[in-house]
């Protein structure tokens, strides 16, 4: 009897994975296998793009080429502006006068570039604990001085490029509430909070981390072999 019940399971599994194949891969043009018992191994090093399975590598690199395309094509929505400005909160707090402000912006529109509360710090007017903190209450977020790399390691199902673009480090995940806890080192980026969300079917809160922290782990996790990401090489322009 349990033999004949471990059969019964076992053509149920096939059967599901017979009707789950039943679409191929995603892609019109595909030029994978076209049997379906072909598709079924063919499953096993697929991947899915929002909700869509696609076979093999090639498959998944053109749809997401002509999606980033589709994007391309519309216009970015404009950045909304901070409700109080971080030098406008340090002056308030404290930490700095209105002519270091006024310095630090002029130096930053002179080199068009950097973040304004690292330039606070290369002038010598804030310490990065005190920019991070500034950063915190701007944000309306907690705010950690320390990483801790294990809980970094452990959760790797965000890619380094993504995290790389928005300064960002996963620091804890706590499976009871299925929450990811999302430490930033600039400015906090809602929508790759939502975009993450949506991804992994879980819940994001952010905080804010000092720059260099966060800079910092993320060129040694760039040092680290990544076996099981998949990374892209540079995209057409699709202008």
Same mark, same amino acid.
């Given at each position: ?44 090093? !697929? ?14 690199? =053109? #749809? +997401?080429? *002509? &999606? ?18 971080? !030098? ?14 006024? =310095? #630090? +912006?002029? *130096? &930053? ?34 705010? =950690? ?95």
């Amino acid at each position: 009897m349990p033999e004949l019940t471990k059969v019964v399971t076992l053509l149920d599994r096939w059967k599901r994975r017979l009707e789950e194949n039943g679409s191929g891969c995603g892609l019109g043009s595909c030029s994978g296998p076209k049997s379906r018992w072909a598709r079924i191994w063919r499953r096993r090093s !697929g991947a899915f793009l929002q909700g869509v399975f696609y076979c093999q590598r090639q498959c998944m690199e =053109t #749809a +997401l080429t *002509a &999606q980033l395309a589709r994007l391309h094509a519309v216009a970015p929505p404009v950045r909304p502006s901070n409700r109080i400005p971080l !030098g406008l909160l340090m002056v308030a707090r404290g930490w700095l006068t209105y002519e270091q402000v006024v =310095t #630090a +912006l002029a *130096a &930053q529109q002179t080199a068009r570039s950097g973040q304004i509360g690292e330039w606070f710090e290369r002038l010598g007017f804030a310490t990065e604990q005190q920019v991070t903190s500034a950063l915190g209450l701007q944000w309306g977020c907690p705010v =950690t001085f320390s990483l801790d790399t294990a809980s970094i390691a452990a959760f790797g199902r965000i890619p380094l490029g993504i995290l790389e673009a928005f300064q960002m480090l996963p620091l804890q995940f706590v499976a009871a509430t299925n929450t990811i806890y999302i430490a930033f080192g600039q400015r906090v980026d809602h929508a790759a909070l939502y975009a993450i969300e949506k991804l992994l079917d879980c819940r994001t809160q952010p905080c804010v981390a000092g720059r260099k922290i966060v800079a910092d782990e993320l060129i040694r996790m760039r040092q680290q072999p990544r076996p099981h990401e998949l990374e892209f090489g540079p995209m057409h322009d699709f202008a």
